[in-house]
């Protein structure tokens, strides 16, 4: 009968986990998006440092950075982009249908996501973990404290199931209150209808900043899991693939060579051979990528590297205050790391 099943729903378009699977990507997505004269970009509609539009209705944050790069490689143009907001229930399904190129919405590489929603995940850009946020006056220090608490969580996310997992290996009780966007999840929680709240943690510094008294939560200490973020895009289409995943190994390849947004022209005229093949000036790696050679210091020009990326949207003179921990290069005590160009 499970193979009966099995068997059926993949008749009708649907994964054995469920999900809609995506229709291969043409080998032509870079000449759609230069054709259409715009990069579509799936994005959080809001989520502070990553992916939230200003006073003006102008989009920034990291994730947005990570897009703007892209468009800055094939158009030598950041601002050559459309955002399109999704949420997490929504996000897959965009991208599987074509609405979007590409997907840069802190989503969570794993493997069922990985191996059976037709989609390819093109390199991990920030090192993430989920936690808990508690009202100092609830009194708990540790998230193995909570035994009977009411927890809010946002539906559809690895959030969700990695809080079951975390109290179910503990044999803790807990109350599940799930939300189905992470605006309603945060005001349920700001509101009193739960004692904790659990995301990663990233967003968790993100979304207390949103609450009515921010002084008066605490972000506990457990780290439950492993939340690698990395943008995606449809399987079928190699070349847009590949242009994806090295807009970031070149950005965080440029901040390990010390190449920066503020000294890349002086840069262009640097002997050394690694910093030669990222700016373009020996040979012509663009090329394989459908680029021009100058592809990388068009995105450093106009986005900066890795650090700038980070450091302007998360960093510690930012409302955020994110240390860069595993974030950090890793010759400086983190796991951030690029293969070379050459």
Not at 152 to 172: K, M, P, Y
Not at 260 to 278: F, G
């Amino acid at each position: 009968m499970k193979r009966y099943l099995t068997s059926l729903a993949l008749g009708l378009g649907m994964t054995a986990f469920g999900f809609a699977m995506a229709a291969p990507a043409s080998a032509a997505t870079l000449d759609q998006v230069k054709q259409r004269g715009a990069l579509q970009c799936g994005s959080n509609p809001g989520l502070a440092g990553f992916g939230v539009p200003n006073e003006r209705g102008e989009w920034t944050g990291f994730d947005i950075d990570m897009c703007r790069a892209i468009a800055a490689a094939i158009f030598d143009d950041p601002t050559k982009i459309k955002f399109v907001p999704l949420t997490a229930k929504d996000r897959f399904t965009a991208l599987q249908s074509g609405e979007i190129d590409v997907l840069m919405r802190n989503t969570t590489w794993t493997m069922s996501r990985d191996t059976s929603l037709g989609l390819s995940f093109t390199g991990v850009n920030y090192y993430d973990g989920q936690g808990f946020l508690v009202r100092k006056s609830l009194g708990v220090n540790s998230a193995l404290e909570l035994n009977g608490a009411s927890v809010c969580v946002q539906q559809g996310t690895t959030t969700e199931l990695n809080l079951a997992d975390f109290f179910r290996s503990h044999n803790i009780k807990y109350e599940v209150v799930a939300f189905g966007s992470a605006a309603e999840t945060v005001k349920a929680y700001d509101s009193g209808r739960c004692d904790a709240f659990t995301t990663d943690a990233s967003a968790l510094y993100a979304e207390r900043l949103r609450l009515v008294n921010p002084d008066d939560h605490i972000v506990l200490p457990e780290i439950i899991s492993k939340e690698p973020f990395a943008g995606s895009v449809r399987h079928g289409d190699d070349q847009w693939f590949d242009l994806v995943q090295w807009t970031l190994f070149a950005m965080i390849n440029a901040e390990d060579l010390g190449v920066s947004q503020a000294n890349v022209d002086e840069q262009m005229t640097s002997t050394n051979p690694e910093i030669k093949r990222l700016l373009g000036t020996e040979g012509n790696f663009g090329e394989s990528i459908g680029l021009t050679k100058d592809w990388a210091y068009r995105i450093i020009k106009k986005v900066g590297n890795y650090g700038d990326v980070f450091e302007r949207n998360l960093g510690e003179k930012t409302p955020l205050k994110i240390k860069r921990g595993l974030n950090a290069l890793w010759t400086k005590g983190g796991i951030m790391y690029a293969p070379p160009i050459r």
